[in-house]
């Protein structure tokens, strides 16, 4: 789809990500949207016929000229819900995004989404924490999202960054620096992952669309990890998002008198899971990940055989010891795991899991 048009259409006076939705759904592209009748647009869900003409009237203008300019500039793409690669677990939230703009790569499905997430105003323990935990994680293949804001955000991209894939949410459009300490570090992220936004380019960041932009962040993840956060801190909106979208929520506990640290207490306290470690999430997934294979692709003998196995290599003399399988046995079943992907063999006879 054509991001400039998609800049024009929301750059019309009055239209909201409601009505986008609508027009996108029912004529497909905005191009579409553009070349309908005044009639076929008022026939659309939530259009007015003022609104209508405003679409069909529609002129560029010299704001719009340099938005364009700075999309072409910047290398600015756009996705829309009803695209292929549009991110599958935005697919599930409400209200869902209908446009998103980026810079750098995104993905249909990352492998092990996650969003790190702090206050502005943290501890040096807070932001040494979040830059180990996204490091860790991002070299164990997990792709790490949070907001660019300073703080427990900038430390979560710098981690991440070292080892691995990161993407950045704004509550502005991507075209926009902000903070602006971190100019080079939204680059980076744009070269080494995305920097995405529902916003239209131009769009400044102001106080109503960050908890807009903290919906996404929860959305795009499967679990939500928050670092430090004071009573009322936004990072109990994006909690409150991802406990909404049904996402898992855990929580790194802190000093009981720090005022940083009151809001993930809290969370724990309420329910939120416990973080100490990176393991501690990949644990947590490995364990819900290898359920669902078994649950749904592996006979009983595989079952048995899955469950001696670890991201440890094993032989076969262990496999058979562990499980009270024949030999014979297990060496046929491997060959059926080999070829459902949950198992890896390496030289000497040795077995891997691929589904931890």
């Not at 293949?141 to 894939?165: M, P």
């Amino acid at each position: 789809m054509d991001p400039e048009r998609i800049v024009e259409l929301l750059s019309v006076e009055g239209i909201g990500e409601i009505r986008i939705y609508y027009l996108l759904k029912r004529f497909g592209s905005a191009e579409e949207v553009f070349e309908a009748s005044l009639s076929e647009l008022t026939e659309v869900m939530g259009m007015t016929k003022e609104l209508a003409k405003k679409i069909k009237n529609y002129r560029r203008t010299g704001i719009i000229n340099e938005r364009i300019k700075r999309l072409k500039r910047l290398k600015i793409k756009a996705v829309t819900f009803l695209d292929e690669l549009y991110p599958v677990l935005l697919r599930n939230i409400t209200p869902l995004p209908p446009v998103i703009f980026y810079r750098g790569e995104i993905k249909k499905e990352e492998k092990l989404p996650v969003a790190i997430i702090g206050t502005r105003n943290a501890t040096s323990y807070g932001k040494y924490v979040a830059e180990r935990l996204a490091e860790e994680l991002a070299e164990s293949g997990v792709t790490i999202i949070s907001g660019l804001a300073r703080g427990i955000d900038t430390a979560a991209h710098r981690g991440a960054l070292k080892k691995g894939r990161t993407l950045a949410v704004l509550g502005c459009g991507v075209d926009i620096y902000y903070p602006s300490e971190n100019r080079r570090l939204q680059d980076e992220i744009a070269e080494k992952g995305a920097v995405l936004s529902e916003f239209n380019i131009g769009i400044k960041p102001i106080a109503q669309n960050f908890p807009k932009r903290n919906r996404i962040i929860s959305g795009l993840s499967a679990a939500v990890i928050a670092v430090e956060a004071g009573e009322k801190s936004g990072v109990l909106n994006t909690v409150a998002w991802a406990a909404e979208q049904g996402r898992e929520v855990f929580a790194v506990p802190g000093p009981i008198y720090s005022k940083t640290s009151k809001g993930t207490n809290r969370l724990i306290k309420e329910g939120a899971r416990i973080l100490t470690s990176a393991e501690d999430l990949l644990e947590e997934f490995a364990l819900k990940k290898r359920a669902e294979r078994i649950e749904i692709s592996l006979s009983e003998e595989e079952k048995r055989i899955m469950n001696v196995l670890s991201s440890e290599p094993m032989y076969v003399d262990e496999i058979v010891e562990k499980t009270g399988m024949e030999v014979s046995r297990i060496l046929e079943l491997m060959f059926s795991l080999e070829i459902k992907g949950a198992v890896r063999q390496l030289p000497g006879k040795k077995y891997l899991s691929q589904i931890i």
